[in-house]
T-cell receptor
Framework: SAVISQKPSRDICQRGTSLTIQCQVDSQVTMMFWYRQQPGQSLTLIATANQGSEATYESGFVIDKFPISRPNLTFSTLTVSNMSPEDSSIYLC??????????FGSGTRLTVV | SQQGEEDPQALSIQEGENATMNCSYKTSINNLQWYRQNSGRGLVHLILIRSNEREKHSGRLRVTLDTSKKSSSLLITASRAADTASYFCATKDTGRRALTFGSGTRLQVQP
């Protein structure tokens, strides 16, 4: 299965700033996904990123707050914009590398102070 | 999308005991998968069961699926301290590409 390198692994950021999270996949994948995991909670889908088209956002998430890029079949970024303490979470990227197979990055632990 | 529920939310057992976690979901699915997460890091895929399967085994793991009740269970036999982690079920809902995750069970295995 595909392997995803996600960085940074953690960051502490000032409120009002932005952070860009990168995910590099070691093989070409059509679909990539971004999830948020708030402290002690489960994973919530932010958006689906398909190469060559705009990302599709889930209810409650907007492009201005979480812009996503998907320039090719092996790379994607998620930016968390104008951060507030409520954005403190773990952010995970995921790729679908087969009909049934999903692989996940190791996560970015974001703390906003 | 609506997340499913898992129970228990937390489970503490002794090494060598069996651990059972349950998952309920709300939609029509293609398959259901179980993942493990250590200390808030990335997810590790454990096992997948298709919607036309009722039971599946992999090593110390046994998963069941009841599509009429929209529920699944994960059994870990002869647990080890290294099994301490959070466990999540995730469904591949019909018509969706992304996985939908359950609320998770935090398992603590005492040595």
């Amino acid at each position: 299965s595909a392997v995803i390198s996600q960085k940074p692994s953690r960051d502490i950021c000032q409120r009002g700033t932005s952070l860009t999270i990168q995910c590099q996949v070691d093989s070409q994948v059509t679909m990539m996904f971004w999830y948020r995991q708030q402290p002690g909670q489960s994973l919530t889908l932010i958006a689906t990123a398909n190469q060559g088209s705009e990302a599709t956002y889930e209810s409650g998430f907007v492009i201005d707050k979480f812009p996503i890029s998907r320039p090719n079949l092996t790379f994607s970024t998620l930016t968390v914009s104008n951060m507030s303490p409520e954005d403190s979470s773990i952010y995970l990227c995921s790729a679908q590398d087969s009909d049934y197979g999903y692989t996940f990055g190791s996560g970015t632990r974001l703390t906003v102070v | 999308s609506q997340q499913g529920e898992e129970d228990p939310q937390a489970l503490s057992i002794q090494e060598g005991e069996n651990a059972t976690m349950n998952c309920s979901y709300k939609t029509s699915i293609n398959n259901l998968q179980w993942y493990r997460q250590n200390s808030g890091r990335g997810l590790v895929h454990l096992i997948l069961i298709r919607s036309n399967e009722r039971e599946k085994h992999s090593g110390r793991l046994r998963v069941t699926l009841d599509t009429s009740k929209k529920s699944s269970s994960l059994l870990i036999t002869a647990s080890r301290a290294a099994d301490t982690a959070s466990y999540f079920c995730a469904t591949k809902d019909t018509g969706r590409r992304a996985l939908t995750f359950g609320s998770g069970t935090r398992l603590q295995v005492q040595p």
